[in-house]
């Protein structure tokens, strides 16, 4: 399909969906058309390196990727930075993590989606190796959007200001195309403060993509849950499991599907069963002993969870036993896997660096070095290959 015809594809259902999306559809039109001429192959010849990683800044005066290339133990040596074309933001309260969400960069079969919280807009990138070829730059249709969800031929945004809301899209080959019909407000309070710990916290879906996940903080201390259609659409309200306290922040799911969660409330770890109707049934819960505990990642059914306020990592097995609590540079925020789970990356908003990990056989990490990012300060937003 032609640039037009993917235009002419949005008009249509804009209109037909009766929705007041006319200037946001005309700008997402624009950029449809635009990529459709621009976007060409990343490399004549491929780059393959052994892996990389994408780091976000998240600057306020103009959002950046940098890419890193992995070495033989873990280490990372910088390839180079790309431009998003949006710019950064920073909720009101935070001082290692502007963002205060997860899965703000989401590396999906060959292309990087970004947010720039700043301007209200996502960015597509396609990826070649460590190198990035700028392909879109989409408005969010809401409120500084902070995290991204991919299943397929599905993205899903998250907006965090105005009451929250998420907003759907459709990938067609390299390029999305923004859906009216697959937008919900979430109806949270927009002047809860502070604004870092009361906005939504990540969306994500279920691992078969008939649930998204949607995660509130202490907003309502609640985790929302849409089914979604066969169509990639969202049920008209979610399924809301409230847990008084908990401030669940993020999540992660294991093999069997089950959800674990980041509650930085009680400072804990809890898994939880998803059933089909969205509720979540307690399975586990084991505090951290840490601080600021906000998030989680899923590394070979080992869940690693993020330390803010200690400058630590928490490690434990599928069923919540400790296995390990490993320091870090200071400000310990969002984390990625390598693809194989051999190596684990953390920010840490302190110093705007990235920590390096090994991931051992039973668990443990064992560091591989650390590198600081230009311009990252406070930012949030890593991926793996």
């Not at 992995?70 to 180079?80: I, M, N, T, V």
């Not at 969400?101 to 989401?106: E, F, H, K, Y």
């Not at 920590?355 to 890593?382: H, K, M, Y």
Request: net charge neutral; proline share 6%; charged share 15%.
């Amino acid at each position: 399909m032609t640039g037009g015809g993917y235009q002419r594809a949005f008009i249509h259902v804009a209109r037909s969906a009766n929705v007041k999306f006319s200037r946001l559809a005309a700008a997402a039109g624009a950029a449809l058309a635009a990529a459709a001429l621009l976007a060409g192959p990343a490399s004549a010849a491929p780059h393959k390196p052994r892996g990389a990683v994408f780091v976000q800044t998240d600057d306020p005066a103009g959002n950046t990727i940098v890419a890193y290339d992995r070495g033989p133990d873990g280490s990372l040596e910088q390839a180079g930075s790309y431009r998003t074309g949006g710019l950064g933001g920073v909720l009101d309260g935070s001082i290692v993590d502007h963002l205060a969400s997860q899965g703000s960069l989401q590396l999906d079969d060959g292309l990087l989606y970004a947010v720039n919280a700043g301007s209200d807009t996502i960015t597509v990138f396609a990826v070649d190796g460590d190198r990035l070829v700028r392909r879109q730059v989409l408005p969010s249709f809401g409120d500084f959007p902070v995290s991204i969800a991919t299943h397929g031929k599905l993205v899903y945004v998250l907006n965090a200001r105005g009451g929250g809301s998420v907003q759907g899209y459709a990938r067609v080959g390299g390029i999305l195309v923004p859906v009216p019909l697959w937008h919900r407000g979430l109806g949270l309070d927009p002047n809860a403060a502070p604004e870092f710990t009361h906005t939504p916290g990540q969306v994500a879906f279920a691992p078969d993509g008939s649930q998204l996940v949607v995660t509130t903080k202490a907003n309502t201390n609640a985790v929302d849950v849409f089914s979604v259609d066969r169509r990639g659409g969202l049920s008209p309200r979610p399924t809301t499991t409230v847990l008084p306290g908990a401030v669940p922040f993020a999540v992660a799911f294991d093999a069997r599907g089950n959800l674990a969660l980041a509650e930085a409330g009680p400072n804990a770890v809890a898994t939880f069963g998803l059933d089909r109707r969205g509720a979540l049934n307690r399975i586990a819960q084991v505090a951290t002993g840490q601080a600021a505990t906000c998030w989680i990642v899923d590394v070979n059914g080992r869940h690693y969870l993020s330390n803010a306020g200690s400058g630590t990592v928490s490690a434990f097995d599928g069923a919540l036993a400790p296995l390990g609590i490993t320091p870090t540079h200071g400000g310990t925020v969002d984390a990625a896997a390598s693809s194989d789970g051999r190596y684990l990356y953390v920010q840490t908003g302190a110093s705007g660096g990235v920590d390096a990990f090994r991931v051992g056989p039973d668990g443990a990490l064992t560091a591989a070095g650390s590198v600081t990012v230009p311009g990252a300060v406070g930012g949030e937003g890593i991926a793996a290959s």
